[in-house]
């Protein structure tokens, strides 16, 4: 199993910014999807970001124009740069890594970080 770990999370100012870091123990270059998702208790998981290793993006409307996602493959990490956070932003954040569809559906994978807390007062 890949264990993911985040780190970079904190209580903050609404206006304020901070750097998400997820750091994986192996190379992470092959992996198709490099994401960044949330969630507050009681509510579904949300997708955040991400950040294909062919360089697609992806944000989630409400973190347009605010959320940078980048990922390092020479360091087996990914990133989420956060700024003008506010409080509707207060939540356990979660690396992820995903294969994406592959043609043999043994060869896929998803692997999860422990989340990292982000909580933003006003």
């Known amino acids: 199993q890949v264990h993911l770990v985040e780190s970079g999370g904190g209580l903050v100012q609404s206006g304020a910014s901070l750097k998400l870091s997820c750091v994986a123990p192996v190379s992470i270059a092959s992996i198709k999807f490099m994401a960044w998702y949330r969630q507050v208790p009681g509510k579904e998981r949300e997708l955040v970001a991400y950040?294909?290793?062919?360089?697609?993006?992806y944000y989630a409307e409400f973190v347009k124009n605010r959320f940078t996602i980048w990922r390092d493959d020479n360091k087996n990490a990914v990133y989420l740069t956060m700024r003008n956070l506010a409080p509707e932003d207060t939540a356990t954040y979660y690396c992820?890594?995903?294969?994406?569809?592959?043609?043999?559906?043994?060869?896929?994978?998803?692997?999860w970080g422990q989340g990292t807390q982000v909580s933003v007062s006003s």
């Open positions: 950040f294909s290793n062919v360089g697609a993006t």
């Open positions: 992820n890594a995903d294969s994406g569809p592959r043609d043999r559906p043994e060869d896929e994978y998803e692997y």
